[in-house]
């Protein structure tokens, strides 16, 4: 699977019932990840989109009932993933953090991509640098080129530009918007400016269980323009769905 | 300054000396229970090859014995982040073996092991071997799960996380166990000396004090002394180079 071929078809998640510490998080929840599309995730704190996020990724236990439906069988190997934590391993250099898919795979890998992707990142001159000795935006356009460099057509992100500076956050979205084009895209994120920039698709999640609310869809390409009185008003609408939403946690 | 670094230590030494013989001087205490630093220092010249001969074995005692500790932990760790039943029966065996104080074992070892450098080996190694152990298995328990997670979506298999995440990051854990073993591993070796030996230097404090000859126990001493600071700080150097990444050795920026 390459980026030149994605998953051509909608990607439609149902997850079953799930329970946590006793509060039921999920009971029956769809919804779809149009393919090469950015969808996105929004809602206060303790809703469970991590959760949601963590569920499409398999990265919880086996036992959760969720059936995922695509063109290919399963999400096996077509995921790329990125946190809130850059999570590059502070013993390799940046090179070869960018590589670590291939590397723990036993895969061969091309290093003049991870180099390129670098490159365009504006990393290349800290290319075998420990992660130590760069910036938090730093680390985290490592991250991308980390992701890029597992070239999946599925790329789960949470929150991955929370913890930056809002400039840094700004050109990261950027970087991340051209870089991830035609892929399909799952962002969870609780900045509103950020989901109306980048997303195809906004939906709101809130209440326990939680459900999705009628989603947004704006319109344009994205990185949208942050004079666009569109993106404004989008952003206002919101900020007012989150606000009606109810608290959980 | 790097020079600082060397002449500080060197005041340090200077001062001590200094001390001990202000200490010697002004309650003039009999040479028996405290020597001063000239006794001292001549019966460091007039023993010397004693001294050296017995500092080699006790030397190679400590270093056989944080050689086999580490190895043996090293496993054990290893084999009980692997294999939960592993886990599940030796643990409540170390624990319990930590509970026995080691030095009440060092006769039976003697007993067992005979006169020679290996009971005093053998003594080393069961100091170290928990600390060691527990170190590195603590390490790998504690990997960071975005890590493991990563790794996971990645399609690592078990082996590959092992190798290339779990092991790496569990290694600060495992130098500081590193670090406790070197510093604890001569006391294994002179307990066991102590107990029963001809060679060695703790055997050669106890027979020259069996003999009053406290000058050349405390040189005995002496040597001692300076032979676990020099190891404990070549040992720490090591771990410091190899793990440069570490967060604490490297520069904080921001």
Known sequence: ?249 | MGAMKLIRPLIITVGLILAWQAIVSLTEVPFFILPSPMLVAMAMIEHADKLFEDGLVTLGEILGGLLLGIILGTASALVMGLFRPARQWLMPVMVVSQAIPVFALAPILVLWIGYGIGSKIAMATLIIYFPVTAALFDGLRRTNPGYLDLARTMDASRWAVLRRIRIPAAMPSFASGVRVATAVSPIGAIVGEWVGASHGLGALMLHSSGRTQIDLMFAALLVLAVMAVLLYFSVDRLLRRLLAWSPDSLPSND
């Open chain 1, 1 to 249: 699977m390459t980026a030149t071929d994605p998953i051509q078809s909608d990607i439609s998640i149902h997850i079953g019932r799930l329970t946590f510490d006793g509060t039921t998080l999920f009971n029956g929840l769809n919804f779809d990840l149009p393919a090469g599309k950015w969808t996105c995730l929004m809602g206060v704190s303790g809703v469970g989109k991590s959760t949601l996020l963590r569920l499409v990724a398999g990265l919880m236990p086996e036992e959760t009932a969720m059936t995922i439906k695509s063109s290919e069988s399963g999400l096996e190997g077509q995921i790329a993933y990125m946190a809130q934590d850059d999570l590059l391993l502070p013993w390799l250099t940046v090179f070869e953090n960018v590589v670590l898919g291939a590397r723990l795979r036993g895969d061969e890998f091309m290093p003049g991509r991870a180099l390129h992707l670098l490159e365009q990142l504006d990393l290349l001159g800290s290319a075998y640098e420990l992660p130590a000795t760069l910036s938090g935006g730093m680390r985290q356009r490592a991250a991308l080129a980390r992701t890029l460099m597992e070239d999946r057509p599925v790329v789960l992100m949470d929150e991955p530009f929370s913890a930056l500076d809002t400039i840094t956050r700004v050109r990261l979205q950027e970087f991340a918007a051209e870089m991830l084009r035609g892929r399909t895209v799952l962002l969870v994120t609780h900045d509103p400016l950020e989901a109306f920039r980048l997303a195809d698709r906004i939906h709101v999640m809130s209440g326990r269980p939680a459900v999705l609310f009628e989603p947004i869809e704006p319109t344009g390409k994205s990185p949208r323009d942050m004079r666009d009185p569109d993106l404004l008003a989008g952003q206002a609408e919101l900020l007012e769905r989150l606000a009606r939403s109810k608290t959980v946690a």
